[in-house]
């Protein structure tokens, strides 16, 4: 059990998260191309660092804590991440040797 | 069972057997103990289901007509040997009857950390059983446990759902008993029971869980969409409306391929315990074998596509998953290596929990190898949906994590029930299970290469030789797991009483009573000393 | 291996600690750190569900983006901030339950309760919408996509996944507000303390957890293609 | 009682070579480890029942050893079968074509010169050969073991395999990839004849014309060429001379015409709109022809190319100027 966040940090977290949604809204109905996903998530990745961090109180908790929570985040990586390996790649060709 | 074991005259300490009578002191439980023979007496009959599959198999493919059942139920027999084998025996087999029962007791905790949450795994259990038994009873499914889509999502004719929806429910029983576990070891241990002073069979337990817990839930959500496009008929790995059907498999077997080393990471645990025990000699590199569990539980996630180099998937994804295929390889050569470095010097018993750990180590290392040419992406397009992958993954499956499961009862045996079993019998039963399984396994790999598919319900008459010879070997294998089922039900009420400690062994669920007293032990007790520290006495007693 | 001594702590036993546990400190870090591996498989949970949509999202760019024309941004925005709204009513409540302050507590849990039901009600109004539009692939007869001909069949999936991953967020919504009744009620009846609130501490987790995941559902599925006409 | 099988094609003695290596390694492995535990049994067997042995913890040196030495020789394995695969992953540019599909529980296999049949296929020794996969229904797998190959049949895209038989005989065709009640069944032959041989096979038996010339009755028949006129533009594109070409499509991006194009283009018209025209023309033809006959639309349409190119009148030796990918590209990507 940790030391207890004043009742300010919590709104000020809550004034940024809302904030941001209102970016993350008015930035999608700017052309960025391929842009506009990328900041959408790295939006998403921020609010959500911010939660987790502030709302849910990772930031002062044990270390355990902070690797677990960073674990999940790190496996979904491997199961989005390897699965697009094989759709990003498929159309390569290969020309005889793989070096 | 339960009654035998309630019998007030076979124990007169207070136990956890004793300590209450009646079904619904079993049925309501939150003693992890009885929790793991509810689990033990359960999956024993899921092991006796499958089995009876596996020997219909065997009878079937004995000449290479389809002579005995029409394909139908060939089909059907296969998948339901796949299903209730795999996710009904093999996953929970460890973890949730030695593991459940000695994890704590390893760690000098008296209970898991949410003994109600243990239970109701116990129940979720056994209401994905009922699902997988309805869809038996039923009819069947026919779609192989890996129900590949689109004959799974649309083809199949059979109660695929039904199926689906009882593995779905199994898969949360192993996520809680993962969830339990991860909890119990983080946050249980007794007084001075460090990480690097853990029983190695807590450790694989440990690592078991991270991947229960992380690869579990991404295969309950395909399969989920697999029922629902079923239900609905919606075409989300259907390919007429721009579905992919390889993205299935590649969901599939996320989970699908850690399940293999979850279900061989507690088989690996076993087998620290049975080395060390009767060889009476401290691990032979602790931390590298502790090491290697975790490594294979986070690598064992990154080589899932080594199933799938022939569906079409790109090159240069086959090539990364193939060379990570060769990196898993490595920490499982490193326990291999360990184990026998173990033995040297040793004082070695031939004890028949050794005996199950000496077939486990030598069929395991031919289980390994014959996975590197699985691995390698030349070999694989011509072995590969042969039964050469059948040979392989029955060499890990049974001739590893079977032998393993074995290996465990039998040592455990007399600290779970307070009795011994007939050593002779045992001995026999053993050399049993290792002829009877190489002779049904081993020819399986020269047909595959010769190219005979799995799956096959009549097969081309130039295989039917090896197939012979499996057919006869299974019948050993199936007399092999009989003898132990009755000896060991006989031991119950005619066994010897067990001492608290009959092996000699090192480690604290052999320092308290046998069986153990409800809350495991009289006071929580205070670890001083590394894991297997057996040459810090002068003399073992026994006994 | 061990000497088999009592541990010489005595603790002051509260009503609340289980007997295998020696502390409340251990029971609590037990019961938070088991909330954590719970959310790790609910990550990968929603996470199946998130790699299926990346990889048809990868394949068929333009089809899903026609999709927008049938999303309501405004919507999807207003329910992102009613739920941060949830989330700091629920981090507050939390840090009542930690101070002992039993009133605000149960304001703010009645608070994260309204918002939650809220958001809730806006989805269920935006389901209402796709209905009437005839956007549901799951249901022969409400499936309509004749605007854009070009894109039907792959649209279906991602309206098949809109109706998934909202659908499970919203299942865990409703579980959510249950979870919170419980607590209110524990609460009402004067269960917590600064010594124990460990129920409100993961209760609060997993509220914003299921905040997080629609966080990225938001613009994952409502901000693709605004830029463009397509249809 | 036969114990290899028998190695027909121009890659299974290397795959064979490959397969000898790894299983010497294993074998000494195996070995090893089972002499190591068989001697350390018996030779530190358990003399008094007290006895306690010297503690001895590991050691590093070891350690990295068995983990390092086993992984140098793992990488050799990885290397070899990378290689073998990666060589074998595009068909020569001289090979010919042939056309399988995959239905439960039957091969039907075509010929550009007009052959068709069932659980039969006859290739002549020495001489490249590409098959073109697809599947009417699940996903079956085409595996002759003789010659070492074998790949998935996934529906809804085209996959391709190649080989070059090297020895005449009859070899089995297995469907490897469980498919469903008579999955088993779904087996058949492969005939690798003599050049010559092969010539009168070819002749012999009567055939309804080419896989073009099917396919070009199957355009008239479905009424494509009511609005694909050859010559002048009609409602539709022209499409002499589209085989292989670059298409602009009606968003702004430009595909190659491949197989996956123009089947997409048959069953789902409306994914790809060419520039110029508009949607919803086309009706879909899926469900009203069947993969073979895709296929022989395919082939007709390869046919028609403009004067000067090189193109495929007879099948035979195709050149269709496209790097033909093993792994075809995804139907609908790009």
Partial sequence: MHSIPSVRTYVTIWAILTIMTFVTFYVAQIDLGPWNVVVALIIAFFKMMLVVLFFMNVKADSPLTKLFAGAGFFWLILLVGQTLIDYISRSWMPNGKFW | ?543 | MADTHAVATEHEHSPHLRHHFDDMAQQFDSATLGMWVFLLTEIMFFGGMFCAYSVYRSMYPEAFASTSQYMNPKFGAFNTAILIVSSLSMALAVRAARLGQRKALQLLLVITMIFGLAFLGVKAFEYHEHWVDMKVPLFAGHWDYSQAPQFARQAQILFCFYFFMTGFHALHMIVGVGLLTTILVMAHKGTFSPEYFTPVEISGLYWHFVDIVWIFLFPLLYLIGHTRQLI | MPFLPVAASSIAPEVDHLFWYLSIVSIIMTALIFLTIFIFAVKYRRRSPNEVPKPIHGSLRLEIAWSVIPFLVMLTFFWWGAEIFFANASPPADAMDVYAVGKQWMWKVQYPEGQREINELHVPIGRPVKVTLASEDVIHSFFIPAFRVKHDVVPGRYDTMWFTATKPGRYHLFCAEYCGTEHSGMVGWVTAMNPSDYENWLTSGGSDGSMAQQGEKLFQQMGCSTCHLLDQQGRCPILRGVYGSRVQLSDGRSVIADDAYIRESILNPNAKIVAGFRPDIMPTFQGQISEEGILQLIVYIKSLAIEGTPSAPNGGTTTAGQPSNAFGPNAGKQ
């Fill in chain 2, 1 to 543: 069972m339960s009654t035998a074991l309630a019998d007030p005259q076979l124990t007169e300490q207070p136990n956890y057997l004793n300590s209450e009578y009646g079904w619904k002191s079993w049925l309501f439980t939150k003693d992890h103990k009885r929790i793991a023979i509810l689990y033990l007496i359960s999956i024993t009959v899921m092991f006796m289901i499958g089995g009876i599959f596996a020997l219909l198999i065997r009878l079937e493919l004995l000449t290479p007509e389809g002579d005995m059942v029409n394909s139908d139920t060939y089909n059907k027999f296969f998948t339901m040997h796949g299903v209730v084998m795999v996710f009904f025996f093999l996953i929970p087999s460890i973890p949730a009857t030695l593991g459940n029962f000695f994890v704590p007791m390893m760690i000098g905790a008296k209970d898991l950390a949410f003994p109600r949450i243990n239970l109701l795994s116990w129940y979720i259990y056994i209401a994905g059983a009922a699902f997988a038994l309805a869809a038996i009873v039923m009819g069947g499914v026919d779609t192989g446990w890996t129900f590949y889509t689109p004959f799974s999502s649309t083809y199949s004719n059979t109660f695929v759902i039904t199926a689906a929806v009882g593995v779905f429910i199994a898969g949360f029983s192993s996520i809680l008993t993962g969830l339990n576990f991860i909890v119990t070891i983080h946050k249980m241990r007794a007084p001075g029971m460090t990480w690097g002073r853990l029983p190695l069979f807590v450790w694989a337990n440990y690592a078991t869980s991270l991947i229960q817990v992380l690869g579990t839930p991404v295969v309950a959500i395909t399969l989920a969409l697999v029922a629902l496009e079923r239900a609905f008929h919606i075409g989300i790995f259907d390919p007429a409306i721009g579905g992919d059907p390889i993205l299935f498999q590649h969901m599939f077997w996320f989970y699908s391929h850690p399940a293999v080393y979850i279900m061989i990471l507690p088989g690996m645990g076993v087998i620290s315990e049975l080395v060390t025990c009767f060889s009476r000699k401290g691990i032979f590199g602790y931390s590298f074998i502790a090491g290697s569990s975790l490594g294979i539980a986070i690598i064992g996630f990154l080589v899932w596509g080594h199933h799938m180099f022939v569906t079409g998937m790109s090159m240069y994804a086959s090539l990364y998953f193939s060379f990570l295929t060769m990196l898993v390889a490595v920490p499982s050569a490193i326990k291999v290596f360990n184990w026998t470095a173990t033995m040297f010097r040793g004082s070695i018993s031939y004890d028949t929990p050794m005996l199950y750990a000496f077939g486990f180590i030598g069929l395991f290392t031919i289980g390994g190898l014959t996975g590197l040419f699985l691995g390698t992406l030349g070999i694989d397009v011509h072995v590969t949906d042969t039964y050469f992958v059948v040979a392989h993954f029955h060499y890990v499956m049974v001739g590893g994590m079977v032998l393993a499961y074995m290996g465990g009862v039998h040592f455990w045996w007399p600290k779970m029930t307070g009795k011994l079993y007939p050593e002779g019998w045992a001995k026999f039963s053993a050399l049993l299970v290792f002829a009877g399984f190489n002779a049904t396994f081993f020819p399986q790999f020269i047909a595959g290469y010769l190219g005979q598919p799995r799956r096959y319900h009549a097969y081309a008459p130039e295989f039917q030789v090896y197939n012979v010879m499996s057919t006869a070997g299974a019948t050993i294998l199936g007399l092999g797991y009989l003898i132990p089922l009755i000896y060991l039900t006989w031991s119950l009420r005619y066994g010897k009483p067990a001492g608290n400690n009959p092996w000699g062994a090192k480690g604290l669920e052999w320092e308290t009573t046998s069986p153990p007293p409800t809350y495991n032990f009289e006071k929580t007790p205070i670890v001083t000393e590394e894991a297997y520290a057996y040459s810090h006495q002068k003399e073992i007693e026994v006994g």
